[in-house]
């Protein structure tokens, strides 16, 4: 495997960035310089020592982390992330069980087509890559199942490399610090990315630690439902604290319901067929859930996802390829 690159330490290198008036910055001189040394000092002293930040980690289990942290807390991704990579502590081994096993070996944390698209990548890696995550970003992107995200965190916490990595996180963060306003939009814009763009430092390294320091800021003090902006290592800078705080404008933040939802019953039916050391019979999947419309849908949706494989007796299991 491709020897790990360190994680990058704290500098004080940073570059003047001009930020486009057309991604929303508020007049004035250029944020870049004022927002880098603050954020990356803070983050040198209050990062969480979380096991894909450790050099061991290696650039597959930063892939693997970024797979099982998109819309899940770092609370319950940590057990299955430490069982994952002591199960699986590299591509190819991953490659060579059966995707259902990766389903399996997801657990409860939820949306589990990430597990088969962290199989797909797994097993591209291995036939392409002779078993090394590749640090290139155009070839990271080529991965199946890996999107703009990915690739860019994959490619700057793995290798150190300068990409604008622009997570719900980050993003509240420039929104506020930046543009001035509290919510970033619900879905990530093209003046978001050149506003991201040109707030990255020049030198890889430092840019490579601005977008840690930047995303742990989000995770840690400037949170969805309560920032934090007496322990904010740029609150004297933030465009929004310096407008007082205005209410968000926009569309309304819905937050994600579950409880009755087809997501509950698949998460029910899933948990039956992960628990299970054969084929399951259709009657023990009718007992999960009472509404039985509903119930094959979800069933039907498994199915289609391939997640779950139908049998020619009538009963189902994991996906063996």
């Known amino acids: 495997m491709t020897a790990p690159t360190k994680p990058p330490h704290p500098s004080t290198d940073t570059a003047a960035v001009a930020v486009p008036a057309s991604a929303g910055a508020p007049s004035g ?22 096991p894909w930040r450790r050099p061991e980690a290696g650039a597959w289990g930063v892939m693997v982390s970024e797979f099982m942290l998109q819309q899940t807390p770092v609370s319950r991704v940590l057990p299955v992330y430490e069982q994952w990579v002591a199960r699986w502590p590299r591509p190819a081994d991953l490659a060579k069980e059966a995707p259902g096993e990766a389903v399996r070996a997801w657990g409860r944390l939820g949306y589990p087509r990430r597990a088969l698209r962290l199989h797909g990548a797994a097993v591209a890696i291995t036939e392409r890559h002779g078993g090394d995550v590749p640090a290139d970003h155009a070839q990271l992107l080529a991965l199946p199942g890996i999107g703009e995200y990915t690739a860019a965190a994959v490619a700057s916490f793995a290798y ?37 763009r040109a707030l990255l ?46 209410e968000h404008d926009g569309p309304p933040r819905r937050g994600q319901t579950y409880a009755g939802t087809d997501r509950q019953v698949r998460g029910r039916l899933l948990a039956v067929l992960r628990e299970a050391h054969g084929p399951v019979p259709q009657a023990a999947l009718d007992r999960v859930w009472h509404e039985p419309v509903q119930r094959a849908r979800a069933l039907d949706g498994l199915v289609a996802d391939g997640l779950v494989e139908p049998l020619a007796d009538g009963s189902y299991r994991l996906p063996m390829s």
């Open 29 to 50: 001189p250029p944020p870049g310089e004022d927002l880098h040394s603050p954020v990356i000092d803070w983050f040198g002293e209050n990062a969480r020592d979380l």
């Open 201 to 246: 430092p020049e030198d890889e390294t430092t840019a490579a630690r601005w977008a840690a320091a930047s995303m742990e800021l989000g995770a840690l003090v400037c949170t969805a439902k309560s920032e934090s902006c007496h322990r904010c290592p740029i609150a004297a800078q933030c465009a929004w604290r310096l407008a007082g705080k205005p």
């Open 160 to 196: 150190g490399q300068r990409h604008p990595v622009l997570d719900t996180n980050v993003r509240r963060v420039f929104a506020r610090a930046v543009t001035g306003v509290r919510y970033p939009p619900n879905a990530t814009t093209a003046a978001e990315r050149r506003l991201a």
